[in-house]
């Protein structure tokens, strides 16, 4: 079993930046692909990045309204996942939910077993 625990959302301006963090329990988080979610207000929740497990090279993924502006990292020794934020804008604004799965490889489809309880990030323009 997995329990993940998300923090660091906030109320900030745009152009701001944010740090979310999500620490995991269990043994695999190294193994484990990790990713970031979001929904605000009656849409759907969205892939906002993902990071595969260590041992095929961490490579980060991104959706394409955040590139450039967000980075994912994983710190195993911590078994914690972040998400720096950087030049945010009022369309930011949702819950963030940190996923993991078992599997090795990302996937942006919000289909990951074990979920987070959400921070709520708002970007005031």
């Known amino acids: 079993q997995v329990q993940l625990v998300e923090s660091g959302g906030g109320l900030v301006q745009a152009g701001d930046s944010l740090r979310l963090s999500c620490a995991a329990s269990?043994?695999?988080?190294?193994?484990?692909?990790m990713a970031w979610f979001r929904q605000a207000p009656g849409k759907e929740r969205e892939f906002v990045a993902g990071i595969a497990a260590s041992y095929i090279g961490d490579s980060p993924y991104y959706a394409d309204s955040v590139k450039g502006r967000f980075t994912i990292s994983r710190d195993n020794a911590k078994n914690t996942v972040y998400l720096q934020m950087n030049r945010l804008k009022p369309e930011d604004t949702a819950v963030y939910y940190c996923?993991?799965?078992?599997?090795?490889?990302?996937?942006?489809?919000?289909?990951?077993?074990?979920w987070g309880q959400g921070t709520q990030v708002t970007v005031s323009s």
């Open positions: 996923a993991a799965r078992l599997s090795p490889v990302v996937t942006t489809i919000p289909t990951y077993p074990y």
């Open positions: 269990g043994q695999t988080f190294s193994s484990s692909a």
